[in-house]
């Protein structure tokens, strides 16, 4: 009597979505895109009062006040503003500080690298020390084994979590750059300085993926396939590196994406702690300082990198997990 193999690991790799897939995702983004854009120039005519009253003090005559109004173009329609606002979005022309008198557009230029250079950092991090982890907790918890260390992990990563990550910069900015001199406390000097801020900014995505990558791997240390490598005593190595790991990433891969979007606008307060020259304390500033082309320009910037990276994470997905509904497109009658 022949004995029936069990059916191999699925294979959820390698062919692209549909085009009708990244069309849809597409015209999605340029929506969003385009509210954004709205919302960002619509933010400066919300705002309770005459922000130029605000900028330039109560004291300040009516008459600078209305010449500040006219070189600024705020004197006009708000569909004629509008439409010199989209034009020099267009051109790249984000305006100048009202305190600084730098453009817009060079404040960004120089910040947004080292936002970016964090949050890409801090989720790298999190994927490297998340994934192992998650995944030895659960061959650890297979089949009822390793309960004191399931529930360690459950703790810890449950308290990890909770704690915001402006908390865990000012508890390493304490430890280990004043009172144990090991880091440097502030600014950017070399590579030492993106210790600590990554590591506040990475503990809690890295506990929350951790999380996911437990629950991915015990749903598939049940399956048929791993079943069969472990009835063929395979190298543990090469039992849950090639065979499992690639299997629990998809929904992995997924959180990483969406928390790398959350790190790029939960940076701001971070960036502060540490003073780090990025776009978060411009931002911090902006809004202490009433400097409204900096802020309205952030909101637009944090904005349309959120965006993009989602949109970007639902295409990875459709290429990871070509079964998902994603990247399916509409069903046929």
């Not at 509210?35 to 960002?40: E, I």
């Not at 005459?50 to 705020?74: E, F, N, T, Y």
């Not at 982890?133 to 009822?144: E, F, I, K, Q, Y």
């Not at 993926?209 to 079943?227: G, K």
Request: with cysteine.
């Amino acid at each position: 009597m022949t004995a029936h193999a069990s059916p191999p690991a699925p294979d959820r790799r390698g062919r692209w979505p549909s085009a009708g897939f990244l069309a849809r995702h597409l015209l999605r983004l340029l929506l969003s895109l385009t509210v954004l854009v709205v919302a960002s120039f619509a933010m400066i005519h919300l705002i309770p009062g005459d922000p130029l009253r605000q900028m330039l003090g109560p004291s300040a005559p009516k008459a600078l006040v209305d010449q500040r109004r006219a070189q600024l173009g705020l004197d006009q329609s708000l569909v004629v503003q509008f439409a010199h606002y989209v034009r020099h979005l267009c051109t790249g022309d984000l305006g100048t500080s009202f305190f600084s008198s730098e453009p817009v557009s060079e404040i960004i230029r120089q910040g947004l690298p080292n936002t970016l250079a964090l949050a890409l950092l801090a989720t790298l991090v999190a994927l490297v020390v998340a994934i192992p982890l998650g995944m030895w907790s659960a061959v650890r918890a297979h089949h009822g084994r390793g309960r004191r260390t399931d529930t360690v992990f459950a703790t810890l990563t449950g308290a990890a979590v909770a704690v915001p990550e402006y908390l865990y910069g000012l508890a390493l900015l304490l430890v280990l750059a004043l009172g144990a001199h090991l880091l440097p406390p502030a600014g950017l000097t070399g590579p030492s300085s993106y210790v600590l801020p990554v590591l506040s900014l990475a503990i809690a995505p890295a506990a929350m993926i951790a999380r996911l990558a437990r629950v991915e791997t015990l749903r598939e240390l049940d399956t048929d396939y791993m079943r069969l490598a472990r009835a063929k005593r395979l190298p543990p190595w090469r039992t849950y590196a090639v065979h499992l790991l690639p299997n629990t990433l998809t929904a992995t891969l997924t959180m990483g994406g969406l928390l790398l979007s959350g790190l790029v606008t939960g940076s701001v307060l971070v960036e502060n702690v540490f003073a780090w020259p990025g776009l978060g304390l411009r931002t911090v500033e902006s809004i202490t300082q009433k400097d409204y082309p900096v802020a309205q320009a952030m909101i637009l910037v944090y904005g349309a990198l959120v965006l993009v990276i989602n949109f970007l994470v639902d295409v990875a997905l459709g290429v990871l997990d070509p079964t998902s509904t994603l990247s399916a497109g509409p069903k046929e009658a």
